[in-house]
């Protein structure tokens, strides 16, 4: 298994991609191309007392770099040596087996899709991160890809994000919810309210498991495995659990640190705080898997460190093996919206 990472992308670059892809090369086994400016990687490997590179590791040299300010939708064009470009067309050769950025979410979306294509059939590919929930997780279906959704963008959604809990989660028949503001057919806007009864459709065929609507809280509490929303509501949810996250997180180390006996409290319970602060970091699932497209590709965090590109290659891995891309493309009739029409009549 051989995993391209942009050595270039991300706040903390080229040092977490550099040193995250060696901890994946020697923790997990996995061979490693790095893409980016040769003398900035090798400077990275010197500072960390390495003076060649490990076996399993090579370098695709990049002289340009897709800068958080350049314009996403056109960056990798106008910068054609970028470390973004030059990975994802390593990728589309077959050189690799999955990709991996911390860079531009917009530019990485734009390049994948232009570059290595969507899956024939696929209308948008979505973002579809694993969020913490009462049920050990559920894949949010888009979370800021696509703002602006037809009801057949959501009924894809549900599909591939009904493929990625079965595949990736191990769920057996995961529960499939819409995201609304009720439980009620026709509660939300004009877009759920259409996607509805096609999610029903494809429920009542076996197709997916849909449950109904879900209110965010209890998608939080686990009511489902697939939580499918547009990009736009999708992304407030996240960020909305992001932040809560935060929030408690400080509000908890504050609280134990008012007095001897809450520090005291803390060691007996600091077990239990590493798990919840386990549990709640972005950094330990790796990244997000641009779903849709026909290549592997895992967007990590902006700002992830060393560990959570080594979690966002070992995500690659696992993506890439799970037989994804297959099911969606052997599934991609049933994902049409004018079939689903005709079953409904």
Same mark, same amino acid.
């Given at each position: 298994?051989?995993?391209?990472? +942009?050595?270039? @992308? @991300? ?7 550099? &040193? ?10 996995? +061979?490693?191309?790095?893409? #980016?400016?040769?003398?900035?990687? &090798?400077?990275?490997?010197?500072? /960390? ?20 300010? %350049? ?18 067309? *390593? &990728? ?5 087996? #999955? ?9 990485? *979306? ?29 894949? *949010?279906? %888009? ?10 963008? !959501? !009924?894809?959604?549900?599909?591939? =994000? ?6 990736? &989660?191990?769920? $057996? /028949? ?9 439980? $009620? ?5 004009? *877009? ?10 494809? #429920? ?8 109904? /609507? ?10 489902? %495995? ?24 400080? $509000? ?18 600091? #077990? =239990? ?9 972005? @950094? ?5 898997? !641009? ?19 080594? /979690? ?34």
């Amino acid at each position: 298994m051989k995993i391209i990472v +942009d050595a270039m @992308g @991300g706040d903390n670059a080229p040092q977490a991609p550099v &040193l995250g892809a060696l901890q994946a090369s020697e923790q997990l086994g996995v +061979d490693i191309i790095l893409v #980016g400016r040769g003398e900035d990687i &090798l400077k990275v490997l010197q500072k /960390n007392g390495r003076q060649e590179l490990p076996k399993g590791v090579e370098i695709a040299h990049a002289s340009q770099v897709v800068e958080i300010c %350049d314009d996403p939708a056109n960056a990798f064009r106008r910068k054609k040596d970028s470390s973004l470009t030059v990975g994802l067309s *390593l &990728l589309k050769e077959g050189r690799g087996d #999955g990709f991996v950025s911390a860079g531009s979410t917009g530019a990485l *979306l734009s390049a994948a899709t232009l570059i290595n294509k969507r899956i024939k059939g696929v209308r948008r590919a979505a973002m579809a991160p694993v969020v913490p929930t009462g049920n050990g997780g559920a894949v *949010l279906i %888009d979370c800021g890809a696509n703002v602006k959704c037809p009801p057949e963008y !959501l !009924l894809q959604f549900a599909y591939m =994000g009904s493929f990625y809990a079965e595949k990736l &989660l191990g769920r $057996e /028949n995961p529960k499939v919810g819409l995201l609304n503001i009720g439980a $009620e057919p026709s509660k939300g806007t004009d *877009l759920q309210v259409e996607v509805y009864p096609l999610l029903e459709a494809a #429920g009542r065929e076996g197709r997916i498991n849909f449950v109904g /609507n879900v209110e965010a809280r209890e998608a939080v509490e686990g009511a489902v %495995d697939v939580i499918v929303a547009d990009g736009y509501a999708g992304n407030i949810f996240l960020k909305t659990m992001e932040g809560t996250g935060l929030f408690l997180a400080r $509000e908890i180390k504050k609280m134990f640190k008012k007095n001897l006996l809450t520090k005291l409290s803390a060691l007996l319970v600091s #077990g =239990g705080l590493k798990e919840f602060k386990k549990i709640m970091s972005s @950094g330990e699932v790796g990244g997000t898997a !641009l779903v849709g497209i026909s290549k592997p590709v895992i967007k990590a965090h902006g700002s992830s460190d060393a560990y959570a590109i080594r /979690n966002a290659v070992r995500q690659a891995v696992e993506y890439s093996q799970s037989g994804m891309i297959e099911s969606i493309a052997a599934h991609i009739d049933q994902m049409r919206l004018e079939p689903l029409k005709k079953t409904q009549e």
